[in-house]
């Protein structure tokens, strides 16, 4: 996978790829990162609206990300960064995000 960090104002911090995963994913793990960082909530958000009727006006957002595996950070309430993955399905993309907000 491709785990991608942002600070607060949407720019990078850390970068790590694994041996292997596609170049693409670098770039899709960083759009998911500052997806959650400009909006501060996890693009599942994004992701389930665009599944009802009606929710493809999502993509048409500026920067919103419609792919779980980007997570906002916040620190006693306040947003402090986002995590963004790629490289597997975007359910597990979810979920190692989650692990690494977790191991924060």
Known sequence: VVIAILDDGGHLISLQRMDGVQI?????????????????RPTKVFQDAMSVEGGSRIATLPNAVG????LPIFKDGIIVGSIGVSGVTSAQDGIVAAAGIAGY
């Open 24 to 40: 693409g994913s670098i770039e899709v793990a960083m759009a998911k990162a500052k997806s959650a960082v400009y909006f501060k």
């Open 67 to 70: 792919i779980e595996g980007g």
